[in-house]
């Protein structure tokens, strides 16, 4: 069942064409998209933005929106900083500039997917109180709305990974955050909304408990659930359609992270079983056209983060990249662009746009598109 709001004419949003496409260029698209997902897990750079004259970057006055962005890598280092000893959190170093180093990615050290995950192992302890989750949600929204103009912004955490292994109350955690998000809308012209996020690595009852805090909370900001972390090859989607369900009976939005580090046949369980109105990344699916097919006729929006899969090796490369979105794009499928963490991988929203837009991976507009589907998929009415 389709969230409310998800009108029909969402569907008339197709893929922009690629009017600098030569014919050869659209005869190979064609080719790709006919061949078998292992004849396309080998990426080929097609070139996809357009040649003529266009912007080298959006315009300041041009409203975003994000929806895929963690509390946890999305906070200034130097409020961290500050939160950190307000706190009296202890630290492994005193020195500022290490402590950067310690929460930010720097491909010396971030070789993979499980290292970057590893970062949040700091972000996560010090924002682990209802003061904390509060200044944190507040800073974010107004450092995003001043720096890039972004007037939509779903935030997403997972409140048991903030409580102290039970220490905190759940309640007054999300409670803090939501605050920090009322505050923030007071003084910026922007629309907000809270993901809570379950976490593939939890037992099922802890699961459960964030859905039942989820729907409670969902009259007060919080718009959709979340299910992040590494895949082990037990875990199961399917096992958690109960939840979703309930979920979306509540009226709240469902995402997945799927497609980034786990296999095709997770995510197409998650598509098939959860029926989520977005996929978080989700970019394995341009190696499979069935899968593609699927997405594109169920209206399912797909979270790109470009850096975020930069870094973390999801991606090969920049060619690889490129391979992935003009796949997307010529396949009809919806996509938003997103930084996953803008602090933590050292690149905004807008930046990010611009950087697609200056390398060619995408066309101007092309990233109006995405943007506009950002709009038309967010959870926050």
């Avoid at 389709?2 to 029909?8: E, K």
């Avoid at 064609?30 to 080929?44: F, G, I, N, Y």
């Avoid at 399917?238 to 979920?247: C, E, G, H, Q, V």
Wanted: contains cysteine; aromatic residues 6%.
């Amino acid at each position: 069942m389709a969230r409310p709001g998800r009108a029909s004419s969402e569907r008339g949003l197709l893929p922009l064409p690629f009017s600098a496409m030569s014919d050869e260029t659209a005869r190979l698209l064609t080719l790709h998209s006919a061949r078998s997902a292992s004849v396309l897990h080998r990426p080929r750079p097609l070139v996809v933005a357009d040649k003529a004259a266009r912007p080298a970057s959006l315009p300041q006055g041009l409203a975003l929106a994000e929806l895929h962005v963690h509390v946890g890598s999305a906070v200034d280092p130097a409020v961290m900083w500050s939160i950190a000893h307000a706190q009296g959190i202890r630290l492994p170093t005193k020195n500022y500039w290490e402590f950067v180093q310690l929460i930010t990615v720097d491909r010396r050290r971030v070789k993979g997917f499980d290292d970057y995950l590893a970062l949040f192992h700091w972000t996560e302890l010090i924002q682990s109180s209802p003061e904390a989750m509060e200044r944190s949600v507040y800073e974010i929204i107004g450092g995003a709305y001043r720096r890039h103009n972004i007037q939509r912004l779903e935030l997403r955490f997972n409140p048991m990974k903030r409580n102290r292994g039970g220490e905190r109350d759940l309640d007054h955690i999300i409670a803090a955050a939501i605050r920090g998000m009322e505050r923030s809308l007071l003084e910026y012209p922007v629309h907000a909304g809270l993901i809570l996020c379950l976490d593939k690595a939890f037992d099922y009852e802890l699961n459960e408990i964030i859905v039942h805090k989820a729907i409670a909370h969902a009259e007060r900001g919080v718009v959709g659930i979340d299910i992040a972390g590494p895949e082990s090859p037990s875990f199961s989607f399917a096992r958690y359609r109960p939840l979703f369900s309930s979920a979306r009976e509540a009226g709240l939005g469902l995402t997945v992270h799927a497609g980034e580090s786990g296999t095709l046949d997770a995510m197409r369980e998650a598509l098939r079983s959860l029926r989520p109105d977005r996929i978080g990344h989700g970019i394995k699916a341009a190696h499979d056209p069935e899968l593609l097919a699927e997405l594109r006729e169920a209206g399912v929006l797909l979270e790109v983060c470009p850096t975020s899969n930069l870094h973390t090796r999801v991606v090969g490369g920049v060619d690889e990249l490129l391979w992935v979105l003009s796949t997307l794009a010529s396949h009809g499928v919806p996509f938003s662009i997103n930084t996953d963490g803008p602090e933590m991988l050292g690149r905004g929203l807008r930046d990010e746009l611009n950087w697609l837009l200056r390398r060619r991976l995408l066309g101007y507009e092309q990233v109006l598109r995405c943007n506009q589907w950002a709009y038309a998929h967010s959870f926050v009415r």
